[in-house]
């Protein structure tokens, strides 16, 4: 018995021990449980209705994110693609052949020969064209291409090209581009207007084009290429007001779509100019272009000076008012601007027709 009671206090406790150990364990238990069902610690979540009600978000890049997809949409849009379908009249394949023995001859003796002025009849508008006085524009092109000692020359075994900057004044410099391929022949005429139009200008021609509208893109893109290459050579900037003389003997924009931030293999941009800031000049100097033409009825021998008209003034206002807080302002400019002066060429001239004005003899 005296053994029995010496091991009662042992037994006293293991027993409360045991009770203890058992509490805690379910208590353990029931914090495991009740963290399963919460989730981590963390500060409490916030009710459903602030945070995913479609009402309900305003950060910027949810504000912005509608107007970055319709300006790319209407950009890809807006520009045509080149078809070779407006190019109605081309020269025959066997009219061309003869170009091949002109390469390497200075381009004024190429001007000079009776067989390459028989093609150029084919593709020259024969219309006034004012370079400093009225004057025919093939007899423009003999001042300026006539004496050149520019080589002729054909790339890739097609485009034939000729060129010069003879010009006696106003820096004139032009050239002929025929694709012996297709039989298409196109040209251009640069110089520096001192009369109040719209300078310097580059007129791009083909008599073969009768389209009312015109972008660069719809041009053949190897012309486009030689045409980059020409301006680069000649010191020209790519970014200019341009026309184009067509078959009707009047007067188009000649529109930039192209992209100065992406420009194509072999275009040629002024690396120390600022991609964006050319896209947006080149729109500004299309705008200006078009109400010119308005103002001078498309007539190819144009002499005005340019007169900025109210509806000019009052959107370059709205438009400057509009992108000054726009995500991309110089994109806005740029789609803006284009979109406007669209609106000016589609709708034409209106109003009388100018005096026609002593004309220089035909050669």
């Known amino acids: 018995m005296p053994a029995l009671f010496a091991f009662s206090p042992v037994k006293k406790v293991l027993s409360v021990s045991l009770v203890f150990a058992l509490a805690a364990a379910c208590l353990l238990v029931a914090l495991a449980a009740s963290a399963q069902v919460r989730g981590p610690m963390s500060p409490a979540p916030q009710p459903v209705s602030d945070d995913t009600s479609p009402a309900a978000p305003q950060t910027p890049a949810a504000a912005q994110a509608p107007e970055a997809e319709p300006e790319a949409e209407e950009e890809s849009e807006a520009k045509v693609p080149y078809d070779p379908a407006i190019f109605l009249t081309t020269i025959p394949a066997d009219q061309l052949a003869l170009l091949k023995k002109y390469e390497g001859m200075r ?16 593709f020259v508008p024969d219309c006034i064209y004012h370079y400093g006085s009225d004057m025919s524009l093939p007899d423009a092109l003999d001042k300026v291409i006539e004496g050149s000692p520019e080589k002729a020359r054909i790339r890739d075994g ?8 003879m010009g006696p004044y106003l820096v004139g410099k032009g050239f002929l581009w025929v694709d012996t391929q297709t039989g298409i022949g196109l040209g251009g005429f640069y110089f520096h207007p001192t009369n109040g139009e719209p300078t310097p200008v580059l007129n ?16 053949p893109p190897a012309f486009a290429l030689d045409v980059s290459q020409w301006t680069n050579d000649n010191h020209v900037n790519p970014v200019l007001t341009r026309y184009f003389i ?8 000649l529109a930039h779509d192209e992209d100065f931030c992406r420009p ?8 120390f100019d600022d991609c964006e800031k050319m896209d947006a000049d080149a729109s500004d100097l299309d705008m ?3 109400y010119y033409l308005e103002q001078v009825h498309h007539a190819t021998n144009a002499t005005a000076w340019m007169i900025e008209p109210q509806e000019q003034i009052i959107f370059v206002r709205d438009r400057d008012q509009a992108c000054r807080i726009a995500r991309d302002p110089l994109a806005c400019h740029v789609r803006m ?10 709708r034409g001239g209106g109003g ?3 005096v026609p004005r002593p004309t220089a003899p035909h050669r």
């Open 158 to 165: 097609r485009y034939f090209l000729i060129s010069g900057k």
């Open 337 to 346: 601007t284009r979109e406007h002066t669209r609106t000016v060429v589609r």
């Open 204 to 219: 791009v021609f083909s008599k073969q084009v009768k389209e009312k509208v015109l972008e660069m893109g719809q041009l």
């Open 264 to 271: 194509a293999d072999g275009i040629f941009v002024p690396s």
């Open 352 to 354: 009388e027709p100018p």
């Open 246 to 253: 067509s078959g009707r003997n009047e007067k188009i924009l």
């Open 107 to 122: 381009s004024g003796d190429v001007m000079q020969d009776k067989a390459f002025r028989k093609i150029t009849h084919s």
């Open 288 to 290: 200006s272009a078009a």
